[in-house]
């Protein structure tokens, strides 16, 4: 087991989150390879998320909220307002831009997780594609509340479009009664605590660090009053080139994706609501490479 410790990023021009995932000794836990938290955050009288338009490759975004609301527009036409327990999954493909804002009128916490999951080989340049969400399956044992997201977890499955072994799942556990869930032995597993503090498998994990699990476990103990999200799948056995809001496979895709969407090129398409579209930052003055899973590959 690891503890890795997250850091602060701004996101947008208003909001700083907390990102456990790439970090510097793991970039993936199964092909998940990026973890926001965000919140919770009073936004009454305050911006809130915006996130202007913004472009995406190569992977997923898997957003989930525990508070607040935000509304989610792309480049398909989606116009989709999410709230807690509902899902927001957006299948970039070949690619696709979409705005990420609080609406005008807002609850007053805002209060969730952003996540990617790296598309594989045979599912990369797929069309893009958005689902919303509403009715997630739910699973009941002693101590502890799972709602699945995504995947499948305690003999139930979300509904979610995806494309490799994988589960994403909020766990709710109840303070004084110890919980014990199965998992899949052949995934590797990552917890992120987001309210209170937990003690899983021995580990003591409170909010702002996950700890990573080695595949080979069949089941999880749980202990605490806390709330977590639990992400887990196959080890990645494919090299990744990440940067700024794409994944791909080398620094020439990376090129040729900055190039076209400062260009305003038809592969991303226009997002609704007239926000002016995030710019790219500068490339690296070196060479984009793949980096392993984690250090000591």
Excluded at 114 to 131: K, M
Excluded at 199 to 222: F, I, K, M, Q
Excluded at 257 to 263: D, L, S
């Amino acid at each position: 087991m690891e503890l890795l410790e997250g850091r602060d990023v701004p996101l947008g021009r208003y909001s700083v989150v907390r990102r456990t995932l790439p970090n510097k000794t793991r970039r993936t836990v199964g092909a998940w390879c990026f973890l926001d938290h965000f919140g919770p955050e009073e936004v009454t009288g305050k911006p809130g998320m915006r996130v202007p338009p913004h472009p995406h490759i190569g992977l997923q975004t898997v957003t989930w909220l525990f508070d607040g609301e935000i509304r989610h527009r792309d480049s398909l036409g989606s116009d989709e307002l999410i709230r807690p327990g509902q899902l927001n999954i957006m299948t970039s493909g070949r690619g696709i831009a979409h705005s990420e804002d609080s609406p005008g009128e807002k609850p007053p916490l805002l209060h969730g997780l952003q996540l990617w999951v790296a598309l594989p080989e045979a599912a990369r340049r797929q069309e893009p594609r958005f689902e919303h969400l509403e009715d997630l399956p739910v699973a009941e044992a002693a101590g502890v509340r799972m709602t699945v997201a995504v995947g499948s977890l305690a003999g139930v499955t979300s509904p979610a479009a995806v494309h490799s072994d994988l589960v994403g799942a909020e766990l709710r556990l109840a303070a004084g009664t110890p919980a014990e869930i199965a998992i899949d032995p052949a995934f590797e597993h990552g917890v992120v605590v987001t309210d209170g503090a937990a003690r899983v498998d021995g580990v003591d994990v409170t909010p702002g660090s996950l700890l990573h699990l080695p595949e080979g476990r069949a089941s999880l103990r749980l202990e605490g009053s806390a709330r977590l999200f639990l992400i887990g799948g196959v080890p990645l056995d494919e090299d990744l080139v990440m940067w700024w809001n794409f994944v791909a496979r080398s620094h020439e895709e990376i090129v040729a994706a900055r190039e076209e969407w400062e260009a305003g090129s038809s592969r991303f398409g226009v997002v609704p609501g007239g926000q002016e579209p995030l710019p790219a930052p500068a490339l690296p003055t070196t060479r984009l490479l793949p980096r392993p899973r984690h250090r000591g590959l």
